[in-house]
């Protein structure tokens, strides 16, 4: 499908202030649709939020929060959405595909004491991926695309091992799967701690809107992350590695190479 038909999408779990992992997953879904002529939309899932039980996380965003600054935040990138979903629209249809293909929802486990909180949350940050990949996860990607009329979407190539059974789950039930785009990882300097995971917003200037606070625009993060990727490549690296000091310093043009651009 190509024009107006092409839809791309956002699809965060909404918990945290956006960061330039989301930015550069954001802006590329965002570059396919423009090119296109087609439309862009934002998808905050509620489900795995609610799943993940961050509605009882203190430093979490609340829901309405998320969607206030999220919009903000692709608004300021140049990047707005023309539509803005929560995933729990979907849920009717979900629950419908999750019965047709036998596909158990997982069930939030609440320890009855301090002790069991806290083992629980040892467990669960230790096994998270694979709670996060379970198929129910990757059946409520295939459903909300196809409720949102997605036709094509950008992901971290972290996620590249979904593929399949997000192809396969398209088929068992009869929907033309969108096509699939797999890009560069965006980690926290030269390790491999991934933006998403390294609490950026908390403790530094990671997050988009504290980033805007310092007086950096939106174009400055986008040139910047393009020219990254462009040195990932010519480098022969499979991440878009953010040095420190883009993430903790004012930018000094000049000073060091790979500060935002101005």
């Not at 929060?65 to 629209?89: I, M, N, Q, R, T």
């Not at 999750?98 to 806290?118: D, H, T, W």
């Not at 996060?132 to 695309?145: D, G």
């Not at 491999?192 to 809107?209: I, N, P, V, W």
């Amino acid at each position: 499908c190509v024009g107006a038909a092409y839809t791309t999408c956002f699809r965060p779990t909404p918990y945290m202030d956006m960061h330039l992992g989301h930015a550069w997953c954001a802006y590329r879904n965002w570059d396919i649709s423009a090119r296109l002529g087609g439309r862009f939309h934002l998808i905050l899932d509620d489900e795995q939020y609610r799943l993940s039980r961050h509605e009882n996380n203190p430093v979490a965003l609340s829901l309405a929060e998320a969607k206030e600054h999220y919009v903000e935040d692709l608004e300021w990138l140049g990047c707005p959405p023309d539509e803005v979903h929560f995933s729990s629209e979907a849920r009717g249809l979900m629950l419908e595909a999750a019965a047709r293909l036998n596909i158990r929802e997982p069930q939030i486990v609440r320890p009855e004491n301090p002790l069991e909180g806290m083992l629980f949350r040892r467990i669960g940050q230790s096994s998270g991926h694979i709670i996060q990949y379970t198929p129910w996860t990757t059946l409520s990607a295939v459903v909300e695309h196809h409720f949102f009329g997605v036709t094509g979407f950008c992901r971290g190539a972290d996620l590249v091992h979904e593929a399949l059974l997000y192809d396969y789950l398209c088929c068992a039930l009869g929907w033309v799967a969108p096509e699939q785009f797999y890009i560069p990882v965006v980690r926290r300097g030269w390790g491999y701690t991934k933006e998403s995971k390294s609490d950026a917003g908390s403790h530094s200037h990671s997050s988009l809107r504290e980033l805007r606070r310092l007086g950096i625009t939106g174009e400055q993060v986008i040139d910047t992350l393009r020219e990254l990727d462009f040195r990932r490549e010519q480098e022969g690296r499979d991440a878009i590695n953010i040095p420190l000091d883009v993430l903790n310093l004012p930018p000094l043009p000049g000073t060091i190479p790979y500060h935002l651009k101005t």
